[in-house]
């Protein structure tokens, strides 16, 4: 739930609106949703059904598909969770410069990084013991948002559809589905929930329609709050225009800190499952835990590859590589539930069970999503996995251990 509600909820739901109008943005609020809850189903479905273990995504995959199709999606999400800490980071950056214009947007990016990296590699359990206090800096930033409507009037000057300057419908989809990404954050942790057949489905399911909801209100609130240029011009409307702009801030740099903090937290556990199963080479220094149970090692190679993204410097130019990589591993996620329901086995007898249509429409969804937002490089993707599949296919099995 934290990491939907973060940077993207912040500084680009006004843009979403300022570029797609109202109706244009609730349309790609509900087209996000739709796909992600698809998804969502899907997981309920697979995670009553077995117990998952380490590695989130990637165990539900490889249990059900096999190791090879597994490891070649859990790669892509493992990179894609590493390229959603830095696209927190760029979030908490940009909020962090409305208060201190004058700071070096570097530095504050290689500092938060810094206390983030801190953080993970101390305890999981520590990062966990934050979430409360950010769930409280959020709600009270949402109440100062939406109490602030009741001081000023209407613009008088929303749009129904928008104009799309300088980009296009799917253009702004790939900027704002991030937003919905964040139900991975509870699955990744899955090896560490005490009952994640109960967890994962309540958590994940809750999470999006209570996130649904919150975002339905910002789009007509934003759209009452400012003209077209301004949202898209100004990324900070919802704190300029709230009733107390510090407890907007502080939900913002929380809510970033937090979600930036999660994926870092989350990568190195999807990177440790693939170590352990032989997917990736030096599998057994990565899968090698410390004294307190942390994957070091892991968090490591994840860190390297979150400073790396920071270099890309901006969060509009990161969230449709984060969208293309979520995409694919949807789809995957939605194809281990079509194929085990069509083929009606005898292991998978699910107490969470969805019709058929909901796994049908999440997999058709994310790949004609893939297609219209970055053809080439959606292709690129797609060819990247199929590779890596021929490569896992390529290697005896006798060469890693696996228990798929």
């Excluded at 994962?200 to 240029?229: E, F, M, N």
């Amino acid at each position: 739930m934290l990491t939907i509600l973060g940077a993207i909820m912040y500084l680009r739901i006004g843009w979403v609106v300022g570029n797609a109008g109202l109706f244009g943005g609730l349309a790609i609020v509900l087209l996000s949703v739709s796909i992600t809850l698809a998804t969502g189903l899907s997981i309920a479905s697979i995670a009553t059904n077995t117990r998952m273990g380490e590695g989130g995504p990637y165990a539900m995959i490889s249990k059900s598909l096999g190791l090879e199709i597994g490891g070649s999606v859990g790669l892509p999400l493992f990179v894609s969770q590493a390229l959603a800490a830095a696209m927190y980071i760029f979030g908490f950056r940009e909020g962090w410069l409305f208060l201190f214009r004058d700071h070096s947007p570097l530095v504050i990016d290689l500092v938060a990084f810094l206390f983030i990296f801190i953080i993970a590699y101390i305890s999981a359990y520590f990062a966990f013991r934050v979430q409360y206090l950010v769930l409280i800096l959020i709600i009270l930033s949402l109440i100062s948002i939406f109490s602030s409507s009741i001081t000023w009037e209407t613009t008088g000057t929303w749009q129904d559809w928008g104009d799309f300057p300088n980009t296009n419908f799917w253009g702004v989809f790939a900027v704002f589905f991030p937003a919905t990404t964040g139900i991975m954050s509870g699955v990744n942790m899955s090896g560490e929930l005490k009952n994640s057949r109960k967890n994962i489905p309540i958590g994940t399911l809750s999470a999006i329609g209570l996130s649904t909801i919150v975002y339905i209100i910002l789009c007509w609130w934003v759209a009452r709050a400012a003209s077209p240029q301004e949202l898209i011009n100004n990324y900070t409307i919802l704190i300029e225009k709230s009733r107390w702009q510090p407890l907007v801030l502080m939900g913002l740099l929380a809510a970033t800190f937090s979600a930036s903090l999660s994926s870092l937290v989350g990568a190195p556990r999807i990177l440790m499952a693939l170590a352990k199963d032989g997917v990736i080479p030096w599998g057994n220094s990565l899968a090698k835990l410390s004294k307190n149970g942390e994957p070091r090692r892991a968090l490591l190679v994840s860190a390297t590859l979150v400073l790396l993204a920071l270099l890309l410097r901006d969060l509009n130019a990161i969230a449709p590589l984060i969208t293309l990589f979520f995409l694919l591993t949807y789809a995957t996620i939605n194809l281990v539930v079509l194929v085990e329901s069509s083929l009606s086995l005898m292991n998978f007898r699910p107490p969470f069970r969805v019709l058929i249509i909901v796994p049908l429409y999440g997999i058709i969804g994310c790949v004609l999503a893939m297609l219209v937002i970055r053809p080439f490089l959606s292709l690129v993707a797609i060819t990247i996995v199929f590779g890596i599949y021929l490569q896992l296919v390529s290697v005896p099995k006798e060469k890693r251990s696996t228990d798929v």
